[in-house]
């Protein structure tokens, strides 16, 4: 039994990551039904920020953390922004194909121009929240698993705070619903779909540095496999849902765990992945996806 | 129109004429025969090919490999090159990537034209390697420790003990050190190293009544080993054997060490880099791992190569860079007895390498072109490894 609580705790923390990358790609394809390839990318950049942000500070302290935190998610609220500015707008009306490779193009130069700028060698992470290890019972529970899950769930709440209580939220799901009817009742597009960037890239940033500090080896290759997952975590909560993305983000890090841990470890991947395939055939739209016919 | 193409004929024969005689004349020139006399007071280098993991997952490795083989090639040149001729390493990088090995050892043989191939520290890579080299008919000197690596054919050889002679020393280590009777084994299965290693461990554990009670697996480049450690933990074990590379044996130790394991770690020769205690920190506390050398030895070699390695690159030479200064010895060595640069020559000078003292222990070839060296197993103790026990072959 304790064994079964602990292993859904490690599960739930590392679900909780796969979940705050998850709603980048999910906002980002709710406004613009296009995938941001390069998100994962944004990820690691917010890892990296935050390593050289926690050398100013000093280690271990709150009040340092949480500005590395903040630190790392403006930085890459602006990086995320500029990316859709340079790269994404000037090819908006174009097919939404040649979009996708683009972004599949930024993911590649943010990764390899990490290792010019980084070097490809793994760097070790500071510890710049103070960690403790609680024993409730037999289970083990480190501080760093409470602070992922507490500030998963905290930017969730505020995250859907945004979207459905303020008028930049309004004017989101406006766009998503339909840009050009958004456009004719007075919301300025390019403004809506800059902030949806840069609210999509804070949270990777944030994903990035809740990650770093679980584990801390970060490389400028770090986003891929993380970012493979979140993105088939909001497929499998429903794309372009918020509550479906975080839904799927914590699943996929449940089962991961659960298989992890069991003799079948080696084939992990494979049987999360398995179980995508099965959900997605019987609930084509994902979990909490609603399946619209694409209007042409 | 045949008339304009005839005209194309006529001037590419010009064209090529010219260029003829042009190079006559430049051959007939002062200064080509300046450049002949100065070939003939300047002996041509012996060119020597080494890949390496310079950049990636364990540079770390690679690059303290280049500096030792740059210390050694610089070594033999100064006391007067091997044949009178000074050594030449042509360094490629491999990016500590599967694949990327292959392409820089053919890139070595076919362009560059070496006679002798010296890499690399992953027994992984260095299987990658070994084929091109044995049809290609050049001898390679690996650092790797499966054995599988010298099976590949009579050109390959090494500078490492092999995983079997390691894994007996840990698992008795674990027994009669740590007093053990209840193993666990966490292997990265994408690892010919690591699985080899497993393997040799569990036999010996298995022939003295500590049999392994569970075996976790995980991917290199997995950054999450706590559902592994989890059960591991359900299976009430003495200690965890973890034949890995450092990169990820340090993230396994912290994460073991939150989730209460307080345990012995034990590891392999792949444990061995400064990213294990940066990331384990005092974590690391009552873990050990077996290795090719220890910066504590008392042997006269290895004070000489540390003492000068720290002089000329201001950090601590590890096992990887013992066997990269011993691979130039072994093969300086080699060349000299066999009187000649023809790899074939070479090869058999190898196999009858004995007794040469080489800075991480004595180098002996054997019949199947292994090494028989002492094991030191290092031991965490505040803030670094030092040396607990020196076990000979």
């Known amino acids: 039994m ?202 990777a940033a944030a994903g990035g540095i809740l990650y770093a500090m679980n584990y801390p080896s970060i490389d400028p290759l770090m986003g891929v496999m993380p970012g493979l997952k979140a993105f088939v975590a909001a497929i499998l ?24 841990g069991s003799q079948f470890s080696t084939y992990k991947d494979a ?3 398995a179980i995508l395939i099965v959900i997605l055939l019987f609930k084509p739209a994902g979990l909490l996806g609603k399946f619209t016919i694409e209007k042409v | 129109m045949i008339a304009p193409r005839l005209h194309v004929l006529r001037y590419l024969r010009f064209v090529k004429n010219a260029g003829f005689w042009f190079a006559a004349a430049l051959a007939a020139t002062p200064c080509a025969s300046v450049a002949a006399a100065a070939a003939a007071t300047k002996p041509e280098p012996i060119k020597i090919g080494v890949y390496a993991s310079l950049t990636g997952k364990e540079a770390v490795w690679g690059q303290s490999a280049e500096k030792a083989t740059r210390l050694a090639v610089d070594d033999v040149n100064a006391a007067g090159g091997v044949l009178g001729r000074p050594l030449l390493a042509i360094i490629e990088d491999n990016q500590s990537k599967p694949g990327e090995s292959v392409t820089a050892v053919r890139k070595l043989i076919s362009r560059d034209k070496v006679i002798a191939i010296l890499g690399e520290a992953s027994s992984g890579r260095s299987l990658e390697a070994a084929p091109i080299c044995q049809q290609a008919r050049i001898p390679m000197i690996s650092g790797g420790s499966n054995p599988k690596v010298t099976q590949v054919g009579n050109f390959i050889f090494r500078t490492h003990f092999i995983d079997p002679f390691q894994g007996t020393v840990m698992s008795r280590f674990a027994r009669e050190k740590l007093g053990a009777r209840r193993l666990a084994l966490l292997t990265e299965v994408t690892n010919a190293y690591a699985v080899g290693l497993a393997k040799y461990f569990s036999a010996d554990a298995a022939a003295h009544q500590t049999p392994i009670l569970v075996e976790q697996k995980y991917s290199a480049g997995e950054r999450d080993f706590k559902a592994q450690l989890t059960a591991i933990k359900a299976a009430n074990v003495d200690a965890i054997f973890v034949p890995g590379y450092y990169t990820e044996a340090g993230l396994i130790v912290a994460q073991a060490r939150e989730l209460g394991l307080n345990l012995p770690v034990l590891g392999g020769d792949g444990w061995e880099g400064p990213q294990l205690l940066a990331i384990g920190g005092p974590a690391l506390r009552d873990t050990y791992y077996c290795n090719n050398f220890s910066s504590e030895s008392d042997v006269p070699e290895t004070r000489r190569f540390i003492a000068r390695y720290q002089a000329r690159f201001q950090s601590m030479p590890g096992g990887t860079a013992a066997d990269a200064y011993d691979a130039v010895l072994m093969l300086a060595d080699a060349i000299k007895r066999a009187d000649s640069t023809e790899p074939e020559k070479i090869r058999a000078a190898l196999a009858t390498t004995r007794g040469l003292r080489g800075v991480g222990g004595p180098l002996n070839v054997d019949a199947n072109r292994d090494q028989l060296k002492p094991a030191y197993i290092l031991g965490y103790n505040s803030g670094d490894y030092h040396l607990v026990q020196v076990i000979q072959p």
């Not at chain 1, 799927?248 to 659960?258: A, M």
């Open chain 1, 271 to 273: 049987i999360a992945f």
């Open chain 1, 2 to 203: 304790s064994e079964f609580l602990q292993q859904l705790l490690n599960g739930l923390s590392l679900g909780a990551i796969y979940a705050l990358i998850a709603l980048g790609y999910t906002m980002v394809y709710g406004v613009l039904r296009f995938i941001n390839f390069a998100h994962s990318d944004v990820f690691m950049v917010g890892a990296f920020i935050g390593y050289y942000l926690g050398k100013l500070v000093p280690e271990g302290t709150l009040w340092g953390g949480l500005l590395v935190l903040s630190g790392a998610m403006i930085g890459c609220a602006l990086l995320g922004m500029f990316i859709e500015r340079v790269v994404y707008r000037p090819l908006r009306h174009g097919p939404t194909l040649n979009v996708l490779i683009t972004a599949i193009g930024v993911s590649l130069l943010l990764e390899y121009t990490g290792q010019i700028v980084f070097g490809a060698a793994p760097r070790t992470f500071p510890q710049i929240f103070p960690t403790a290890n609680y024993h409730v019972g037999s289970l083990t529970i480190s501080s760093n698993q409470v602070f992922v899950i507490g500030v998963a769930i905290l930017l969730m709440i505020a995250l859907q705070l945004i979207v459905f209580k303020t008028k930049i939220g309004t004017a989101m799901r406006a766009v998503s619903l339909n840009p050009k009817a958004a456009q004719l009742v007075g919301v300025n597009n390019n403004v809506v779909i800059s902030f949806t960037f840069g609210l999509g890239s804070a949270l």
């Open chain 1, 237 to 260: 909560g429903g794309i372009g849902n918020i509550p479906g993305a975080a839904l799927g983000g914590l699943l996929l890090g449940t089962v991961e765990t659960f298989i992890g």
